[in-house]
């Protein structure tokens, strides 16, 4: 590691409701990777702003390379050789790969028009850099999401940034693709740049991590060289309290009573021929490799897309679901992986979005609406699942990841779901909140609710689960029992090399 090239120090930062920052430190060095980690509302993001120019502080300094800064804007912290990385990426999707380098600030020709061939050439020499082989004439569309994530990387270094924050970077990436991404990093080290790293897996940190910091509730806690905390140190100091398991402890017993039957739930090309069964108070697993047809298969089932066939008795009655309005009234709900763009309304309120999905429970007359029945709501289920937010009209967007979860679980709560299931219910959020929702997902199971859990995670999947269906390539490739079952049979089974099982 070299000499510090970016310091904050003593950073402050408050929102309405919420000091986000409380006199934080952290430093990065030339040629390292420093990890920045903490729950949900640490912090972490709101400093990333800061030293990105999304944001000022409200009071600290930074310095850059011995100089004090203070950066207004992206494009002054740009010019100072910070790029950031967020994790919803910001590309143009019908875009080339080099029209996205170089947005903003195109090559001319002398005629005014687009010097394509230069701006693909420089591209090149960028994409060399990180020993990627993607054409600069492609469009961006057409990459997997892990090319899209390099492209992200190699924008941020045609900027001559020495200087990279990576949020959450394999939040959507397979086990593959993330070797990939931590080859390029370890690349990028040796060339001198720092990095910031920011991610909730913490076992990808003995990868790539030289040193770590911890914020806990806005406030610093300490810096040390990756391996001189265990992980059960590094946790506690993250949460402040120490987390004995994982997972909760599972009280429930299902119930024989099969509250959801599906049958030949199938889509041409998607998802082959699919029948299974929920019982009360269940929590059934849906694990495959990615595109094995997990997300498929619940938007089906909800109505969200097209099926070729699909029966569906729910506590032993024929329903017909069409769209997802007719499984909204049968008491079925989704919870989306993309719970910001799918799951939230994040410019409107907490009380707003916990009522939204039952607005005739908070009228007053048919078609009028009640302020202090749908405050009355939103109190019972923010207080009942602990969703902590500092009032019920605090924007939803201004929420953690984890009681964003909470919000759209108290959502379908509301309106009185029998059935609930979950798409990637942790992705984003810190181990703290994973348990917490955790918790939450064990209590729904125990008042008789069946819940579906999709999860990329297999030790979540083996944490939660009382059965498990496995896909591949949109078959049905097993039923497990979780108890009688371990990781290597579910990825023998979705990697298709177990024979299918009942």
């Not at 398991?245 to 429930?252: A, D, E, L």
């Not at 889509?267 to 495959?288: C, M």
């Not at 909140?433 to 999709?454: D, F, P, Q, S, T």
Request: hydrophobic share 40%.
């Amino acid at each position: 590691m070299g000499d510090v090239i970016l310091k904050a120090e003593d950073i402050s930062k408050s929102f309405p409701g919420v000091k986000a920052l409380d006199s934080v430190q952290f430093e990065l060095k030339a040629g390292e990777v420093h990890a920045l980690l903490g729950e949900n509302g640490a912090g972490k993001s709101t400093l990333m702003k800061i030293l990105a120019g999304v944001q000022e502080p409200d009071s600290g300094r930074l310095v850059c390379r011995g100089k004090e800064v203070r950066f207004r804007n992206t494009l002054e912290a740009r010019a100072a050789g910070i790029g950031i990385i967020f994790q919803e990426l910001n590309l143009v999707p019908h875009l080339t790969v080099a029209q996205n380098l170089f947005i903003g600030r195109e090559h001319k020709t002398r005629w005014g028009t687009l010097d394509e061939g230069r701006m693909n050439l420089e591209t090149e020499r960028v994409l060399s850099r990180l020993n990627l082989k993607i054409s600069p004439s492609a469009l961006v569309k057409h990459l997997p999401i892990s090319k899209q994530q390099m492209v992200e990387i190699a924008k941020a270094l045609s900027h001559q940034s020495d200087v990279l924050i990576m949020d959450e970077p394999t939040s959507a990436l397979t086990e593959a693709e993330i070797d990939e991404l931590f080859q390029v990093i370890h690349g990028l080290r040796n060339q001198g740049v720092g990095i910031i790293y920011i991610s909730h897996r913490l076992d990808e940190l003995q990868h790539i991590v030289d040193r770590i910091t911890i914020f806990r509730d806005g406030k610093y806690i300490s810096t040390t060289r990756f391996g001189e905390l265990t992980m059960d140190e590094i946790v506690n100091r993250m949460v402040g309290r120490e987390l004995v398991n994982q997972y909760p402890p599972r009280h429930n017993t299902p119930t024989a009573d099969k509250i959801l039957e599906v049958e030949n739930l199938s889509s041409h090309g998607v998802l082959e021929p699919l029948s299974f069964d929920l019982f009360r108070g269940e929590i059934l697993g849906i694990a495959g490799l990615m595109g094995s047809g997990r997300s498929e298969l619940a938007r089906a089932l909800f109505g969200a897309d097209p099926v070729d066939t699909k029966t569906v008795r729910i506590n032993g009655k024929p329903v017909v679901i069409h769209k997802p309005t007719d499984a909204i009234r049968h008491g079925l709900a989704y919870l989306s992986e993309d719970r910001k763009n799918e799951g939230l309304a994040v410019r409107m309120q907490v009380s707003e979005n916990i009522t939204m999905a039952n607005l005739d429970g908070v009228c007053s007359l048919p078609g009028v609406l009640s302020t202090t029945r749908e405050l009355a709501a939103a109190r019972k289920w923010v207080d009942e699942l602990n969703i902590r937010t500092p009032t019920l009209q605090q924007k939803v967007n201004n929420l953690s990841g984890g009681n964003q979860q909470k919000v759209v679980v108290a959502k379908w709560l509301f309106r009185e779901a029998k059935i609930l299931i979950f798409d990637e219910p942790t992705r984003g959020i810190d181990v703290g909140a994973k348990y917490a929702i955790y918790e939450l997902m064990e209590a729904l199971a125990r008042r008789g609710v069946g819940v579906m859990m999709i999860s990329s995670e297999l030790p979540e999947i083996l944490g939660m689960t009382d059965r498990i269906l496995v896909l591949h390539e949109g078959s049905l490739a097993a039923t497990l029992t979780t108890a009688q079952t371990h990781q290597q049979e579910i990825l023998a089974y979705a990697s298709g090399l177990g024979a299918a099982k009942p």
